[in-house]
């Protein structure tokens, strides 16, 4: 964790070093500044990376005990060091101020050396904040860029969201639909199968009436071909005349 009262003096200083060290630091310099050790990818700006590296490497380098904190000595050794770094910075910056606009060698700057270096870095500055604007313009673009093309795959997703939905609600109702159909069949073929069975035992019914009448008729032609019998067995008996029955009576 970083000492709050630390991060307060860091961010005071090195905003001071950062401006000054951002706009007129050399291309090639043997001895880099604070600002410039820490800005990795050279925008001239410290992002929160980079930030954070250099919090921790002055929390470590000035933190003597090494136990995360740092006391009001060590506080001080860190605000001397980093007045120390200011002043290096602005000695430099003077140093190449003059190295830049001292046309005639005398290692100062004389009443129109000086006009024109104030024009000259008021034009440099103008230009840096014409290209620092400029460039948060075109990062603003770009992030709006970005956010319109995420918003609209976002709008696809939702829609292709949609759609499977969709899809598989119908394929819900086209289950249910089968589900339906099926349940519909089996009961048909539940029905067909019943009226199969009811006339299977109608056809059963029918031949055992059948065959009751059957033997009905055998009874009844068995009954016929008695009855027939014995009124030929009558007919064949010889007839006897009543008066023969008769006792005879004598006078």
């Not at 401006?19 to 800005?39: I, W």
């Amino acid at each position: 964790m970083i000492d709050l009262r630390l991060s307060g003096i860091l961010f005071g200083v090195v905003g001071v070093i950062g401006v000054a060290s951002a706009e007129d630091a050399p291309k090639q310099e043997p001895e880099r500044t604070l600002f410039e050790r820490y800005d990795f990818d050279h925008d001239g700006q410290l992002n929160e990376h980079e930030l954070e590296e250099l919090l921790q490497d002055h929390l470590d380098r000035f933190d003597a005990n090494g136990n995360g904190k740092l006391s009001r000595g060590e506080l001080r050794h860190l605000r001397d060091h980093l007045r120390e770094e200011k002043r290096r910075v602005e000695r430099r910056e003077r140093e190449e101020l003059i190295a830049r606009y001292d046309t005639d060698g005398d290692g100062k700057l004389d009443r129109d050396e000086a006009r024109r270096a104030n024009a000259e870095e008021a034009r440099k500055r103008r230009e840096r904040e014409e290209e620092h604007e400029a460039r948060e313009k075109r990062e603003k673009r770009e992030g709006d860029a970005k956010k319109r093309e995420g918003d609209a795959k976002k709008r696809e997703g939702d829609a292709k969201k949609r759609e499977g939905e969709a899809k598989k609600r119908d394929g819900d109702e086209r289950k249910r639909d089968g589900e339906a159909k099926k349940r519909d069949g089996d009961e048909a073929k539940k029905r067909d199968g019943d009226d199969d069975e009811r006339k299977r035992d109608g056809e059963a019914k029918k031949r055992d009436g059948d065959e009751a009448k059957k033997r009905d008729g055998d009874d009844d032609e068995r009954k016929r071909d008695g009855d027939a019998k014995e009124r030929e067995g009558d007919d064949d008996e010889p007839k006897r005349d009543d008066d023969d029955d008769e006792p005879k009576r004598t006078l």
